[in-house]
């Protein structure tokens, strides 16, 4: 009836049978298939890029994103699970690069920009048969069959359509302005972009001198000649393009005459700086203050050009004000290079000065630059310092760790470089974004306030435009004729066909085709070009909401019936990407937020806690790990680890742990079941109607009732860890409660209503059980579910991930059950913790059990005495009279306020009666002590209190639950101890030479002659408890096991009766 359990190749062997009855039977379409015409809920894989290789990151996304879509088909809903591949931009052409063997984008167009496309479009799934393999194995379910991509036309034409609606808003515009910007690409970057990629970095900084011009005033002083301004620089290779030095007018500012000579031969020169950062900076310099002034009184002050290289023509080399400027380091005083900064070209626009950028697109320094003319700039900021020292322009210069931006891709370091690009107006929908996000649910919420919410609040216009070749074209054609100068912007095929002079029927919307089309301008008749850029690969994937449905031109009523997404999930650094980009479109094209539930995924780590890298040689192979232990495995591991956002300690170590766990139990008690039932043939199909009675039986149908209500709720709130973990601690109530104390029901000979009862219960809950937790570990659940039920009934459906979530019926919960029998498990639990404490095992009787709570049903105090293996349990005792208290300070609380005082503390504490003091704290008193006057007051917040068994007594305690065991051991009880460990030595060989559960045996033992007496006198309860039809003392055998018997040695051996 029911197919032997067994594992022949473990639980990764078990998965790849179970993997292939799902292909053979296509209950994945049948999956996606399920709750059609029924109401939508909406998830959006974030595309990955399949040009390189999955790592274990990529399988803590797919098995988060993989369980809230299966939970939601089980609750109804219909669930549309496109796959996607985000398949253009930098990452696609680096790898090119690379393979190629050139660098930069010269190399790149003498090798031929049509020959470098099309190696990219050929690249783009190089890898994509270990992501469908990975993805497979990991079992995420996901439509790969019918994914969106990127580069294919009908993507890349949505995308035209959101650029042309932003245009017709207004919120695409062309201009010129500072940007990070990456000198081995050779292209700007977006501000979205560059906050994923920076480091920690050593750079050498310097303090410039600028020498005041003289004949100036502050205020109405005269500045004395002689005078410099001293601005400090993470940047020196930007001092040749100086033009301004920015105070803020409201900060204090000194002049200072400093000695920079010796006591012997003083060497005065006069600084201007900001008061409070005059020790900082000038350290061990002598100096003295001349005056003091406000920062407004500088503006206009102007001084020589530090370094002789650009010719300048307008307004430069004076002091201006800027909000900005802090006091948090340097000297209170920046120094404006307008071509390589945000801040300082926003800045010397206000006060109208000049620009000049020395700097050529490579990042290396121009001709007129003559010392360093073709170096890279950042090569040369030591050779700058030693020019500036030798010119007498250099105060000091020091290495200093600060956090600088690298490009995302190729991790050059980046530069901040004036441009013509392509914007969208982002920081015209501020507001509006940080209301959608608003809307949001993030797990964790901080995100949204902080993180994320802080980026929005500060969003800037997102350079969209990429001189780069192999992305979506930007749409927009301009008029050749410079006195015209129209401007369009393309959003379909069909009015590109249209307004075009030579665009192919076949035309592919990528460089350089796109390029070779022209319009004619509808205002001077002149021709039209299409400019030069491609766009950042974010705005395709945060276009994949409508662009996967290639909306508005098809389905629009999907697209519609999708959006916004019910649920989304990625990494930390997503929020830098794509949350930023789906928020950013979804704002700007339709008004709301294209998702209303993210969970956000902390880092996977090594199993020491250390991020996993290269150089470490500590990284998980992700195919390794599935093939070692298994996907059920992995995702339980990712589930209950800890809380998604957190960073996950991963290793093939405490995956094999956390499959000892859970996993294990659960496959445990579906073998357990599987055993007996078989035996006995048991069908439960025919026991539809029958009511259980049996208390235990009610206790854990109600417990399964609670954990289908509440498992439900969690999944609802996305609270997967919680929902995991209230899985895993019902299935070791199951097995370590339920089981363990209901075994002997199952080994009756005779099928009796209490058997039945036990069946019927077992199987309900198995059933169950494995529905709940069949999101979770999808392969364990389903072959328990093909063995259990559609071994027996063909109308079932033929796959667990074809049924619905299992009814909740309130009817079956006892919450008073629930709790007398949790309490009873607690204090079972703590009475085999304080045996623990004192090393006796549970098969060694004890007299007597005492417990602080007042109440326990007999019923229930039966079962602790049982399984407890005491005499006589005592209720309402007084733990103090059997128990001695360890007092200590908590030094991280008393140690703050009292350091010095602690050894004094301490020898306090230990005056005191231990346990009066104890109580006094427990009971939220506080007890005073007094050192050198100074009282100190003792409480529950800082004292540890321990408590530990009298001699004789073993003690546990959990919250206000305190149990103590009396472990003094008569003879009597030595006695019956010997017999139950004899009982339990017997079992396990039984279990080691493979004898089937029924099987009649002999059983023989030698060699001590105490033991073999104290057998004799409890022969038959030993022949009962191991179906031993007689037993031999001290016969000659070869195969006696030697054994120890709580400090006995005794020869045991079995065989079965044929």
């Known amino acids: 009836m029911y197919k032997k359990v067994e594992l022949k190749d473990g639980f990764v062997g078990m998965e790849r049978e179970v993997a292939e009855n799902w292909k053979k039977k296509d209950i994945i379409k049948k999956n996606f298939d399920m709750n059609k015409g029924k109401r939508y809920f909406t998830f959006y894989d974030g595309p990955p890029t399949a040009n390189g290789k999955p790592h274990v990151g990529h399988i803590e996304t797919r098995v988060m994103k993989d369980i809230i879509p299966r939970y939601k088909v089980m609750k109804g809903y219909q669930v549309i699970r496109k796959a996607g591949w985000d398949t253009h931009g930098l990452p696609v052409e680096l790898e090119i690069e690379k393979k190629l063997g050139i660098s930069g984008k010269q190399q790149i167009e003498e090798y031929g920009v049509e020959k470098f496309v099309k190696e990219c479009k050929e690249s783009v799934f190089t890898y994509v048969h270990m992501w469908e393999e990975m993805t497979n194995k990991v079992g ?12 294919h036309n009908d993507y890349i034409e949505s995308v035209w359509w959101a650029l042309s609606q932003l245009w017709k808003k207004g919120l695409l515009y062309e201009g010129h302005k500072v940007m990070p910007y990456c000198p ?12 994923q990629g920076y480091k920690d970095v050593k750079d050498l900084t310097c303090v410039a001198k600028f020498k005041v011009l003289d004949g100036q005033n502050i205020g109405n002083e005269a500045i004395e000649p002689n005078t410099y301004i001293l601005a400090w620089t993470t940047t020196p290779w930007t001092l040749p393009s100086n033009l301004a030095l920015c105070v803020n007018k409201s900060y204090t500012y000194a002049e200072i005459k400093a000695n920079i000579g010796t006591d012997e031969e003083p060497v005065y020169e006069n600084y201007i700086l900001a008061k409070d950062l ?16 406000k920062g407004e009184e500088l503006l206009g002050v102007k001084y020589e050009q530090l370094m002789p290289f650009a010719k300048i023509e307008g307004k430069a080399f004076e002091v201006i004000h800027g909000d900005y400027v802090t006091l948090t380091d340097g000297t209170g005083i920046v120094h404006i290079a307008p071509a390589y900064g945000e801040d300082d070209s926003l800045v010397a626009k206000q006060n109208g000065i000049t620009f000049v950028n020395l700097v050529d697109k490579t990042g290396k320094f121009v001709p007129e630059v003559e010392p360093w003319a073709g170096r890279f700039v950042r090569d040369c900021n030591e050779d700058i310092c030693k020019w500036l020292a030798d010119e007498n322009k250099l105060f000091s210069k020091e290495k200093h760790m600060h956090s600088y931006p690298h490009c995302w891709r190729c991790d050059t370091p980046l530069l901040y470089y004036p441009k013509e690009s392509w914007f969208v107006a982002m920081s015209k929908l501020r507001d509006e974004l940080v209301a959608n996000n608003n809307k949001v649910n993030w797990y964790p919420d901080t995100i949204r306030t902080g993180r994320f919410g802080k980026f929005l609040e500060n ?15 930007l749409p927009i054609w301009t008029c050749e004729d410079e006195n015209c100068g129209h401007q369009e912007c393309i959003g379909s095929i069909a009015e590109l066909k249209e307004k075009a002079i030579d665009c192919p029927d076949d035309i592919e919307l990528h460089k350089p085709y796109i390029d070779n089309v022209h319009l004619k301008c509808p205002k001077c008749g002149k021709e039209m070009k299409r400019a030069k850029e491609v766009i950042d690969c974010w705005f395709d994937s945060g276009s994949m909401p409508f662009a996967q449905w290639h909306y508005p031109f098809e389905n629009k009523e999907m697209f ?31 008004g709301k937020t294209p998702f209303e539930n993210c969970i956000v995924l902390g880092h996977v780590l090594d199993e020491h806690g250390q991020k996993m890298s290269k150089s470490k040689k500590n990284g998980v192979d992700p195919m390794v790990l599935l093939d070692s232990v298994g996907a059920d495995a992995t995702r339980w591991h990712f589930y209950t680890c800890s809380a998604p956002w957190l960073p996950t300690r991963l290793g093939l ?13 659960l496959w445990n008690v579906y073998s357990f079941y599987v055993l007996y039932a078989e035996i006995d043939q048991f069908n439960p199909l025919k026991y539809n109607d029958f009511k259980v009675t049996n208390v235990m039986d009610k206790w854990i149908i109600s417990k399964l009732n609670t954990l289908v209500k509440e498992v439900d709720d969690k999944l609802d709130k996305y609270d997967i860890t919680s929902a995991a973990l209230q899985i895993e601690s019902f299935t070791d109530e199951l097995s370590n409660w339920y089981v363990r104390r209901n075994r002997e029901r199952f080994w009756s000979q005779e099928l009796t209503d209490d058997k039945i009862g036990a069946y019927v219960t077992l199987y309900k809950v198995l059933v169950t059980l494995c529905k709940v937790a069949a999101p979770f570990v999808p392969f364990m659940t389903e072959e328990i579910y093909q063995n259990l039920v559609v071994g027996l009934d063909e109308k079932t459906p033929e796959s667990i991930h074809l049924c619905l979530w299992p009814e909740y019926d309130e009817t ?68 103090s009279d059997y128990v001695n208290f360890e007092i200590k300070p908590n030094l991280p609380v008393l140690g703050k306020e009292y350091g010095k005082l602690i050894p004094r503390i301490k020898q306090e504490i230990a005056k005191k009666n231990q346990m009066d003091l104890a109580n006094t704290v427990k009971n939220g008193g506080v007890e005073y002590i007094e050192i050198d006057d100074t009282q100190i007051a003792l409480n529950s917040e800082n004292l540890l209190i321990t408590m530990n068994g009298k001699d004789g007594f073993a003690f546990a305690g959990e919250g206000e639950i305190g149990v103590v065991l009396d472990t003094h051991i008569t003879q009597e009880l030595k006695e019956e101890g010997y017999v139950r460990e004899v009982l339990s030595k017997v079992q396990n060989m039984r279990k080691d030479k493979g004898f089937e559960v029924l099987d009649k045996i002999n059983l023989y033992v030698s060699g001590n002659e105490m033991l073999e007496n104290v057998i004799k006198q409890n022969a038959e309860l030993i022949k009962h408890d191991t179906l031993a039809l007689d037993i031999v003392y001290d016969a000659e055998r070869a195969d006696y096991t030697e054994t ?9 051996d079995v065989e079965v009766i044929k």
């Open 140 to 151: 995420y379910w996901v439509d790969m069959e019918h994914p969106y991509v990127t580069y």
């Open 653 to 665: 170590n405490n995956v094999q742990e956390t499959q000892r766990g859970f996993l294990s139990t």
């Open 560 to 590: 519609e019936n999708n959006f916004p997404a019910g649920f989304i999930s990625e990494a930390i650094d997503q929020t830098r990407g794509w949350f930023y980009t789906l928020t950013a479109l979804g704002t700007a094209l339709f």
């Open 812 to 879: 079956a919960v006892d919450k008073k059950l629930e709790q007398e029998m949790d309490l009873a498990y607690t204090i079972v639990k703590l009475g085999r913790s304080a045996r623990n404490s004192v090393n006796i095992k549970n098969r060694q009787p004890l007299s007597e059990m005492l417990i602080s709570v007042n109440t326990l049903p007999e019923y229930y105090s039966d079962i602790v005495k049982e399984e407890l293996n005491v005499k006589k349990v005592e209720l309402g005792a007084e733990m």
């Open 1044 to 1052: 120890n018997i709580n400090g006995e040695d005794l020869k045991i």
């Open 278 to 293: 005059i020790e900082s900076v000038l350290r061990e310099t002598p100096y003295e203050i001349v005056k003091e002034f």
């Open 184 to 195: 081995r690409c050779g292209t700007a970057l977006s501000s979205h972009e560059v906050a």
């Open 459 to 473: 969003v800037i216009d997102w350079g969209i435009s990429r001189d780069r070749y192999w992305g979506t074209p």
